[in-house]
């Protein structure tokens, strides 16, 4: 973390957990031990149809409400798919796109991450971009050309301005619900690559104010050494955001003075 330059960003993804009744109960829940005094900013994604509960359910807890997906259309003939615009009408400031679920479950590409990025930017939300290697990608030593091909080509077109909005999560798919977790070395030096390659495509300025998350088994044991990394900003949270309890841990590990 470095909180002189950039946002330290702790954010829960549910994915496809917790019906709206469970949301509410969880946000009672986390009512009763959040810290008052909080150094970094914290998020919820959680499923589309759930937002407006969970709007209502976190008003007055400064905890923002984030979307796990968006289409790239502005409206149209896309049956069950959900638009910028209408995120935007709910309340709604980050969203998540290209998690690498959506990319091995839903056809999900550099290309389509490409234009949704380009349609959240310009509905006015900030996309949470992941990015990560796969287990065999890792082991052919190619993690650091797709890491830069994935953020470049899911930055390709956007302005220095608009940059400003973006979040990086770094997710290595091998460690996403497994339990198993990238080492802080492993982590950092990945984070620190994404934040190199932003320097060379927008500056050093503006690659020191993007918020860069680490994903991919972060709890309550391991968040304190991840967020000790120079470049990991905050963590992007599946399984140990379900629960209240474990969440405010990760919050508390990144709220250290
Ligand atoms: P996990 O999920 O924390 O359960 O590994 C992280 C993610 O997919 O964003």
Not at 27 to 46: G, H, N, Q, R, T
Not at 150 to 160: D, E, N, R, T, Y
Not at 198 to 207: D, K, L, Q, V
Request: net charge positive; with cysteine.
């Amino acid at each position: 973390m470095n909180r002189r330059y950039r946002k330290t960003i702790i954010a829960g993804n549910w994915k496809m957990n917790k019906t709206a009744s469970e949301t509410k109960q969880f946000a009672e829940e986390l009512k009763a031990i959040m810290p008052k005094a909080k150094w970094c900013d914290v998020l919820v994604c959680v499923p589309s149809v759930n937002i407006p509960t969970a709007m209502r359910a976190f008003k007055d807890m400064r905890v923002s409400v984030g979307a796990e997906n968006v289409f790239y259309e502005k409206s149209g003939a896309y049956t069950g798919e959900v638009s910028a615009d209408m995120l935007k009408d709910l309340g709604v400031k980050y969203v998540i796109i290209g998690h690498s679920e959506r990319r091995q479950y839903f056809g999900e590409t550099d290309i389509t991450v490409n234009k949704k990025v380009h349609a959240a930017l310009e509905a006015g939300l900030h996309p949470i971009i992941c990015v990560g290697e796969s287990l065999e990608q890792r082991e052919l030593g190619v993690t650091m050309d797709l890491i830069s091909l994935q953020v470049k080509s899911a930055l390709a077109g956007v302005s220095s301005d608009k940059l400003r909005k973006c979040v990086i999560a770094y997710e290595p798919v091998w460690a996403i619900g497994t339990g198993k977790t990238a080492t802080p070395e492993q982590a950092g030096e990945v984070c620190t690559f994404i934040r190199a390659t932003i320097r060379h495509m927008y500056g050093a300025r503006i690659a020191r104010s993007i918020t860069i998350q680490y994903g991919g088994s972060m709890n309550p044991g391991n968040a304190a050494e991840l967020l000790a990394q120079p470049d990991i900003d905050g963590g992007l949270i599946g399984g140990a955001a379900l629960k209240s309890d474990q969440f405010v841990d990760i919050i508390n590990a990144a709220n250290q003075e």
